[in-house]
């Protein structure tokens, strides 16, 4: 069975890294990398974006083992007015960095929130939610 423990012990292999190498990368010791190579435990989610960060893959690929969900990190280049555009959509980057676009233009720290923010839990999501909306009205509340 293809799991995140399997797939990260792939990508650990394919890096030729011990776990305690691997373990040294994303703050655990090589017995936990273990454990989560065997299934015995599940990362957390800070673990999984510090593996997928490292590898250069999507924590959905980690998760989920499809690599078309998200886009990888280093795929991204961003552009002065920090908007971006990837390998795949060169030929859509005026469009991006187009005022009318910005809503669907991203850098790359927006990238990195997002593939966190969906590995998140419901229940994370909707205080990160509810933060966000309260520090968006206060800074709206202090603009007037």
């Not at 030929?91 to 998140?120: F, G, H, M, V």
């Amino acid at each position: 069975m293809d799991s995140i423990g399997s797939r990260i012990k792939n990508l650990r292999k394919e890096y030729k890294l011990t776990q305690q190498e691997l373990g040294d990368i994303v703050g655990l010791h090589g017995t936990n990398i273990g454990r989560i190579e065997n299934g015995s435990v599940l990362p957390d989610a800070g673990v999984i974006f510090k593996i997928s960060t490292h590898f250069n893959v999507s924590c959905d690929f980690l998760i989920s083992g499809k690599e078309e969900l998200s886009i990888p990190i280093n795929n991204i280049e961003e552009y002065p007015d920090g908007t971006c555009a990837t390998d795949d959509d060169t030929d859509e980057t005026e469009k991006l960095a187009s005022p009318n676009n910005i809503l669907n233009a991203t850098n790359k720290k927006e990238e990195l929130l997002i593939q966190a923010y969906r590995i998140l839990s419901e229940h994370d999501k909707n205080e990160l939610y509810n933060f966000l909306l309260r520090k968006v009205t206060d800074i709206v509340a202090k603009s007037y």
